[in-house]
């Protein structure tokens, strides 16, 4: 039978349990267990702050320095009969992790031009950001200050993953941006089906990445480290869901952006109302679609930032279909 919940802080790390315990009041007891599981290296002993909650409440958070809260000095001696950790006792961790001090980004598809300036911007903005790619430069991203994850865009099982440690490392993310893309264009592009059935299948592969990331992202969004925070989850797009379908070299990037565009919108209407925003954001050219000169794109990194920052620090819902042009300002269709 679970008796409560309890919250606990480690510095300015939180941890949500449940407890099995028949004396739950006894935080000597809990402070026991904590000493003799993960908790042992490199903690400090006196900042560990427990709350104990009603049956079935929602666990809140007390912050270690609003004053509702209770030292355990663990050097002092409990009580003999607590000292036994196995008496009675199952401790689960039913949350990971979270830092309290700054909220989490997890980027998916972080190369030097969108990926690199969106997490620039985003720190700037007090985020802790998860840098992911196929291959991170790790010694690069850790010296910037990200947090690099290997992670295959291709794969809704290596998404899975990724999340996993993003939330395990850092915490649940509220912010999810999806920026990796595949593009294979068919060998012969007057003849599309020439593009071979597995070239083809990678674009679909992206899509239904998309769909486990979003998936992952809005559990991270509803948990309780998230409650107060605001969500959001873009993908970078393109102009190629709304304009004609006549490029047949981009046929398979057409389908996987259409796809993504579609899901959206559909995801933008079923969450908006808990307030999580998904975003198809795409840098267009002045009459909103593709730019005219496409190789400007390949330096719009700063914008790219610039825009993904504000719509994820603004308060509302804007568009879901964020059209934007070369000076960062919104294409109003
Ligand atoms: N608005 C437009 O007209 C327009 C024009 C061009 C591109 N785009 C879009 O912009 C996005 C890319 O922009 P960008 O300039 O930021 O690209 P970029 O600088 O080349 O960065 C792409 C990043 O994605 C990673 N990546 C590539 N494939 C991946 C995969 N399968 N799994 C995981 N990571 C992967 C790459 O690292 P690894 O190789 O290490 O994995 C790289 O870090 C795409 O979504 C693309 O469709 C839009």
């Given amino acids: 039978m679970s008796l409560g919940h309890v919250v606990l802080y480690i510095c300015d ?6 407890l099995e315990v028949p004396e739950l009041s006894c935080f000597y007891t809990i402070g026991r267990v904590l000493e003799g599981h993960q908790f042992r290296l490199g903690v400090p002993r ?3 702050c427990l709350d104990r909650l009603q049956k079935n409440s929602t666990p809140r958070q007390l912050r270690p320095d609003s004053g509702q809260r209770n030292d355990i000095p663990l050097s002092s001696r409990p009580p003999a009969r607590y000292l036994n950790p196995s008496r009675n006792l199952k401790f689960t961790q039913t949350n990971p992790p979270i830092k309290m001090s ?10 030097k031009n969108v990926g690199l300036h969106t997490a620039a911007a985003l720190k700037q903005k007090g985020y802790q950001v ?6 991170p430069v790790v010694d690069e991203a850790k010296k910037s200050g990200y947090h690099p994850i290997a992670v295959s865009a291709e794969s809704p099982d290596s998404i899975k993953a990724a999340f996993a440690q993003v939330t395990k490392e850092l915490g649940p993310p509220s912010v999810v941006v999806f920026n990796a893309a595949v593009s294979v264009p068919p060998p012969v592009p007057a003849d599309p089906l020439t593009l071979p059935f597995e070239a083809f299948k ?13 998936q992952e992202a809005v559990a991270a969004f509803r948990s309780p480290a998230n409650k107060d925070a605001l969500k959001t989850f873009i993908v970078t797009g393109n102009a190629l869901p709304w304009i004609p379908a006549k490029f047949l ?3 398979g990037l057409n389908v996987e952006k259409t796809a993504v565009w579609r899901l959206m919108e559909l995801l933008s209407n079923a969450y908006a109302k808990e307030g999580i925003r998904f975003y198809y954001a795409a840098l267009v050219g002045d009459q909103g679609g593709f730019l005219s000169d496409i190789t400007k794109f390949f330096t719009s990194g700063p914008q790219h930032g610039e825009v993904y920052s ?7 819902q804007a568009e879901w279909e ?4 070369e000076d960062a300002k919104q294409f109003k269709v």
């Fill in 130 to 135: 998860a840098v992911g790619s196929r291959k």
């Fill in 249 to 251: 070299q981009v046929m």
């Fill in 102 to 111: 700054s909220p989490i980004a997890f980027i998916i598809g972080a190369g």
């Fill in 46 to 48: 006196t900042a560990i």
């Fill in 202 to 214: 990678q674009h679909t592969d992206i899509v239904v990445s998309v769909y486990a990331a979003a």
């Fill in 310 to 316: 504000d719509l994820v620090t603004r308060k509302d």
């Fill in 322 to 325: 964020f059209r934007f042009t």
């Fill in 13 to 18: 790390e939180a941890f949500y349990f449940s």
